[in-house]
T-cell receptor, first 113, second 114 residues
Framework: AQSVTQPDIHITVSEGASLELRCNYS??????LFWYVQSPGQGLQLLLK??????LVQGIKGFEAEFKRSQSSFNLRKPSVHWSDAAEYFC???????????FGKGTMLLVSP | ETGVTQTPRHLVMGMTNKKSLKCEQH?????MYWYKQSAKKPLELMFV???????ENNSVPSRFSPECPNSSHLFLHLHTLQPEDSALYLC?????????????FGPGTRLTVL
């Protein structure tokens, strides 16, 4: 069965600093890959997704992610973090367009002034 | 209303109560989902409905009973719950079933079982 690992439970970043959140997946083929964000008291919102093609994917709110097949990774990045980015971030995978999502446990991002 | 709405937003119930969670999507989607979000655990998919037919049930205890009367509405009926069922219950919808398309999430119902 596929699995998703987000090794960092919490990350604290200074406002204006760069951010990288890690995500690794376990599956033989290339899955469909997603990053979602959840603000307090809210549901999940899709930031970006990768299906095929260019391995660097641009998303909303200035986020990007890079798919690295050799490392089975799909790390999320942002060059300059804003205080409003404080939230929980979830990586998710699907085996195909018609299979359901498997989520990682999430990484809580704290932004310090 | 736009997107996916859920009511109530908060629910406290005793172990012998019967209650229902409601989800409504205003996006014209064909698939709807129930997820359970517990602290320190990944989101757990509970049920998937496609065009009002249940297509997936991930070994959820029978004290949780879903109902999908039409493609816009999804209910989760609760009875004789346990304290470990306390969690955030999220509803989502997508154009088609599965993970290939974006899933749109509601804000969730925070359930506390006493």
């Amino acid at each position: 069965a596929q699995s998703v690992t987000q090794p960092d439970i919490h990350i604290t970043v200074s406002e204006g600093a760069s951010l990288e959140l890690r995500c690794n997946y376990s599956y033989g083929a290339t899955p469909y890959l997603f990053w979602y964000v959840q603000s307090p008291g809210q549901g999940l919102q899709l930031l970006l997704k990768y299906f095929s093609g260019d391995t660097l994917v641009q998303g909303i709110k200035g986020f990007e992610a890079e798919f690295k097949r050799s490392q089975s990774s799909f790390n999320l990045r942002k060059p300059s973090v804003h205080w409003s980015d404080a939230a929980e971030y979830f990586c998710a995978v699907a085996l195909s367009g018609y299979s359901t999502l498997t989520f990682g446990k999430g990484t809580m991002l704290l932004v310090s002034p | 209303e736009t997107g996916v709405t859920q009511t109530p937003r908060h629910l406290v119930m005793g172990m012998t109560n019967k209650k229902s969670l409601k989800c409504e999507q205003h996006l014209g989607h064909n698939a709807m989902y129930w997820y359970k979000q517990s602290a320190k655990k990944p989101l757990e998919l509970m049920f998937v409905y496609s065009l009002e037919e249940r297509v997936e049930n991930n070994s959820v205890p029978s004290r949780f009973s879903p109902e999908c009367p039409n493609s816009s509405h999804l209910f989760l009926h609760l009875h004789t719950l346990q304290p470990e069922d306390s969690a955030l219950y999220l509803c989502a919808s997508s154009q088609d079933p599965g993970g290939g398309g974006e899933q749109f999430f509601g804000p969730g119902t925070r359930l506390t079982v006493l």
